[in-house]
């Protein structure tokens, strides 16, 4: 079955703790992309990545990292969370450029993983 | 820099009523547009898309979208809604230059017995 996978889906931490939430997808996407979803502010975009070893800022980056050493894997890591960090977070894949239409593609969405920094 | 405004935080109609959720953008090129649902405790999933073929999209769960370039506008409707359509809905907008997706800030749908 064709999906993007995150773990964990809850988490509950406290300031300063460094986290990783990690993000698979079995599609062989090249496209992968973090969200945070806040109320009110709908989707912000965190970090992408259009594949393995590039990575590009989002509109929402600091406080995040991330890597791209594998193609079906884009970890999110917070260094050291804080409580505004606290949200519930989305990762994303698609395939990079809809084939030869150079169309934009349909994001698949992992289903969440929801922070708590204390 | 593109946006997209969704008027209408929370939206609510009766079963069987025309369901409407409005969505604006803004870019100086015509983009590609899509809308998302997302039903609770769950991700987002692709309504429709529209990416300059035609200006009217029809998506999945009988609803669709009229692209008009002259109003900016992207507009989603169905029309009778179900209780099952009570959800998130998220219009996008993606430039044509590069891959990177901007949301709306959603707007939520009830739909009443």
């Known amino acids: 079955e064709a999906q993007v996978t995150q773990n964990p889906r809850y988490l509950i931490t406290v300031t300063g703790k460094k986290l990783t939430v990690t993000c698979s997808q079995n599609?062989?996407?090249?496209?992968m992309s973090w969200y945070r979803q806040d109320p009110g502010l709908g989707l912000r975009q965190i970090y992408y990545?259009?594949?393995?070893?590039?990575?590009d800022k989002g509109d929402v980056p600091e406080g995040y990292k991330v890597s791209r050493k594998e193609k079906r894997n884009f970890p999110l890591i917070l260094e050291s969370p804080s409580p505004n960090q606290t949200s519930l977070y989305f990762c994303a894949s698609s395939s990079s450029r809809g084939g030869s239409s150079g169309r934009w593609n349909e994001q698949f969405f992992g289903p969440g993983t929801r922070l708590t920094v204390l | 820099a593109q946006s997209v405004t969704q008027l209408g935080s929370h939206v609510s109609v009766s079963e069987g009523a025309l369901v409407l959720l409005r969505c604006n953008y803004s870019?100086?090129?015509?983009?590609?547009l899509f809308w998302y649902v997302q039903y609770p405790n769950q991700g987002l999933q692709l309504l429709l898309k529209y990416t300059s073929a035609a200006t009217l999209v029809k998506g999945i769960n009988g609803f669709e979208a009229e692209f008009k370039k002259s109003e900016t506008s992207f507009h989603l409707t169905k029309p009778s809604a179900h209780m099952s359509d009570a959800a998130e809905y998220f219009c996008a907008v993606s430039p044509t230059s590069y891959d990177k997706v901007i949301f709306g800030p959603g707007t939520s749908l009830s739909v009443i017995p």
């Open positions: 990545s259009m594949n393995v070893e590039v990575t």
């Open positions: 870019s100086s090129v015509p983009p590609y």
């Open positions: 599609m062989n996407h090249e496209y």
